[in-house]
C-alpha cells in the first residue's frame, strides 16, 4: 500500500462543521499543513468529502511528487476569468460610447443641466426650510411637556406637606427600644 500527502490549501473558516472536523481528523491544523497518510479507500474517501480545500500528492516516496489538483476548479476558474475580461471589455466600450454621445451633444446639453441644477437646489432649498420649522415645532412641544410635569411634581409635593402636617411626628423612645438615661436599672 502506498502513501500520499495532504496539504491544506485553502482555510476552513466558514465551512460547515462536518468538513471541519474532517480536515482536523486527517491532521491538518492550518494552510500549507501537509500531513502523509496510508493510502486507503477510507483516507481517500475522507479526501473526496474536502477536496475543495485540500491538494493530494499520489507519489510521496519519489524524488518528485506528483500533485493531483481537482481538475473541475481548473476548468472553472479558466472560465470565471474569461467572463471577467469579457465584461470588462463591454464595460470599456459603453464608457468610450458615452463619452463619444457626450461629446458630440456638448453645450446644448449642458445648458440643460443647468436649468435642471437650478431647479432641484431651489426644491433642496424648500425642504430644508420645512425640515428646520418642523424641528422647532417639536422641540416646542418637548419643553412644554417638561414644564408640564415639573408643575405636577410640585403640585404633588405641595400636597403630601399639607397632609403630614409640617413636621413628621417624632417617635417615642420605647418604641425605638432605647432606653433613657434616667430609667436605668440600678444594681
Not at 481537482?70 to 465584461?87: H, I, T, V, W, Y
Not at 460610447?97 to 443641466?113: D, E, F
Not at 414644564?147 to 402636617?165: E, M
Request: aromatic fraction near 0%; hydrophobic fraction near 30%; avoid cysteine.
Amino acid at each position: 500500500m502506498g502513501q500520499i500527502r495532504i496539504t491544506q490549501r485553502r482555510s476552513a473558516i466558514r465551512q460547515p462543521k462536518r468538513q471541519r472536523a474532517t480536515l482536523e481528523a486527517l491532521g491538518l491544523r492550518r494552510m500549507n499543513h501537509s500531513v502523509v497518510k496510508n493510502d486507503t479507500p477510507q483516507i481517500r474517501g475522507m479526501v473526496a468529502r474536502v477536496d475543495h480545500l485540500v491538494t493530494v500528492d499520489d507519489n510521496v516516496t519519489g524524488d518528485v511528487a506528483t500533485t493531483r489538483r481537482r481538475p473541475a476548479a481548473k476548468a472553472r476558474s479558466a472560465k470565471a476569468s474569461a467572463n471577467r475580461r469579457a465584461a470588462k471589455k463591454k464595460s470599456e466600450q459603453s464608457r468610450t460610447a458615452t463619452a463619444a454621445r457626450k461629446k458630440a451633444t456638448g453645450s446644448g446639453k449642458a445648458q440643460a443641466t443647468k436649468a435642471e441644477s437650478k431647479k432641484s437646489a431651489s426644491k433642496k432649498s424648500v425642504k430644508k426650510s420645512a425640515k428646520k420649522s418642523a424641528a422647532k415645532k417639536s422641540t416646542a412641544k418637548k419643553s412644554t411637556a417638561k414644564k408640564s410635569t415639573a408643575k405636577k411634581s410640585a403640585a404633588k409635593k405641595s400636597s403630601s406637606k399639607k397632609s403630614a402636617g409640617g413636621k413628621a411626628p417624632r417617635k417615642s423612645a420605647s418604641k425605638t427600644g432605647k432606653k433613657k438615661s434616667g430609667d436605668r436599672a440600678s444594681d
